[in-house]
């Protein structure tokens, strides 16, 4: 069974199509300049390792009114000028290639962020849903991975605590759709892969975004 482990190569495969492209935020391999960019366009980023999990190493940035900040885990540091932030994101970054990849404000409970995880599992010539399920970050914490804390729930539970539950319903629906268009341009760019782990968001607005997708989901 294939495994992929660059984020960058499988966000490449789903900006290319035009069924999924819309649904991807922006995203580009990390520098100094890219990131002075992104902050000029979006309030706030995510940078995160081009490979691995579990929330190890993601920092959220962003352009402040006076400052900058880059959080990771708990821990919130502050930055007068870019020059100092960059520096800063230098020293906490682990040494590998990183993504920037714009900022999703997600649809919270309890002032918590929430996102939706989707597995999916080859079975002979079809694939299969595993899980469908969201996962709620625990206080304090920009990410929602369950081994930083996060709690697991039913994604229509998890739903319906936010929409009413028709709305919640069909939002439900709309994710288990969007990930049946995703499956073949990932199979047909990656022959060979077995099981994904798709990530998604929702922001205010209600608008489904593909955060991340997994060859190898916990």
């Known amino acids: 069974m294939r495994q992929l482990a660059s984020k960058w190569l499988k966000t490449k495969a789903l900006l290319k199509h035009p069924h999924t492209a819309v649904y991807v935020p922006e995203t580009?391999?990390?520098?100094e300049e890219e990131l002075r960019m992104m902050l000029r366009r979006h309030a706030f980023v995510f940078i995160k390792p081009v490979k691995g999990?579990?929330?190890?190493?993601?920092?959220?940035?962003?352009k402040e009114r006076r400052e900058y900040t880059c959080t990771r885990m708990e821990?919130?540091?502050?930055?007068r000028h870019f020059r100092a932030l960059a520096?800063?994101?230098?020293?906490?970054?682990?040494?590998?290639?990183?993504?920037?990849?714009?900022?999703?404000?997600?649809?919270?409970?309890?002032?918590r962020p929430v996102d939706y995880r989707v597995k999916v599992v080859k079975a002979g010539q079809k694939w299969a849903f595993r899980a469908v399920v969201a996962r709620h970050a625990r206080p304090g914490l920009v990410i929602t991975n369950l081994c930083k804390g996060g709690k697991l729930l039913k994604a229509a539970t998890a739903l319906r605590m936010i929409y009413p539950r028709q709305l919640a319903a069909r939002k439900r629906r709309e994710i288990v759709n969007l990930t049946l268009r995703c499956i073949p341009v990932l199979e047909k760019r990656f022959p060979g892969i077995g099981q994904l782990g798709f990530d998604y968001g929702l922001d205010p607005n209600g608008r489904i975004w593909i955060l991340e997708v997994n060859t190898r989901p916990q």
Not at 28 to 31: E, V
Not at 53 to 62: D, E, F, I, K, L
Not at 75 to 79: D, E, G, L, N, S
Request: charged share 10%; with cysteine.
């Open 75 to 79: 821990k919130t540091y502050r930055y």
């Open 87 to 111: 520096a800063g994101i230098s020293n906490l970054r682990l040494q590998r290639p990183y993504l920037i990849q714009q900022g999703i404000p997600l649809a919270s409970i309890q002032g």
């Open 28 to 31: 580009c391999l990390y520098s």
């Open 53 to 62: 999990g579990g929330g190890n190493g993601v920092m959220r940035v962003a």
